[in-house]
């Protein structure tokens, strides 16, 4: 039975370990990674790879405090499904793709899927973080093993100088491709955390690595958080909800046709007569006929006409 019909639906948390020296915050995306999966026709190892990404990205994107910031994660590795991309807004609200969805992989030899084969294992990581300043922020790093936790680790202690253990686990049904349970974890120790504290942590590590699983089998979130970090004084601070959400309208979709200049929109007016493009983030579509051409055509004629008298 799903996850989603035992009553455990998808939550991000956030608190604190060992008396408020540890920042956590871990996820449970089942729904989240389906509608990922549903969206774009995913591959059982593209459905393992992009979930594990929009996961990360929800954790951090939680952290963001206004609508108007926005954060991007991109792995643009040598892997058979080329690039992936992922974008968080405030509240966990997470979109993204990978270029080649549907690439499919053999098993690796303990059984499990070859995300690494599909992110590949040499290019760069990179994290735009977009605040509302007069520049965003990007970090960057080598991709380590493409396995895409142990490269946000990485990402995280090159980048930003934050030691960080980062758990993303997503269960897929090895028949259907569905989404059995999907989570993450994110615990980074503050400066004054004890030495000793961050090695009990890294001794807990093989007893993270049950989350998914322990999800899967009905835990809750927290439930699982509790038996997993049992000694540890996990304080629960905030929850939210996260969700595969795409903010792409027909008005945004209006604004990149009359981006494309007069030129552009008379020949796909002359040749034919119609348009549809397709949300890359969703794989929405929006179609265009004839009439509604001419109006964005008339409108980019307008604008050039205005530009040029102001030239």
Known sequence: MENSEKGYKDKLVRGLLFWGTVNMTAISARDLVEEARKAHSLSHVTTAALGRILMQTAMMSAQLKNSSDNLTVIFDGDGKAGRFVAVGKEGGRVKGYADFPEVELPLKENGKLDVSGAVGTDGE????????????????????DGEIANDFANYFMKSEQQPSLVYLGVRVDPKTGEVRAASGLLLQPMPFCLESD??????????????????????????????????????????????????????????????????????????????????????????????????????????????????
């Open 125 to 144: 990581l990179r994290v735009i973080r977009d605040l509302s300043l007069k520049e965003p922020y990007v970090g960057r790093c080598a991709i380590t």
């Open 198 to 311: 961050i090695e009990l942590l890294e001794k807990r590590t093989g007893e993270i690595t049950r989350l998914t699983r322990m999800i899967e089998e009905g835990n809750s979130l927290e439930d699982a958080l509790g038996i997993i970090l049992d000694g540890f004084d996990p304080e629960f601070s905030e929850e939210i909800t996260p969700a595969f959400s795409c903010d792409c309208s027909r008005k945004k979709i209006e604004s990149a046709l009359v981006s494309l200049g007069r030129d552009e929109l008379k020949d796909i007016i002359e040749k034919d007569g119609r348009a549809e493009l397709v949300c890359r983030f969703c794989q929405k579509k929006y179609e265009f006929g004839l009439d509604e051409l001419k109006e964005l055509l008339a409108f980019a004629e307008n604008a050039g006409e205005e530009n040029d008298i102001e030239e």
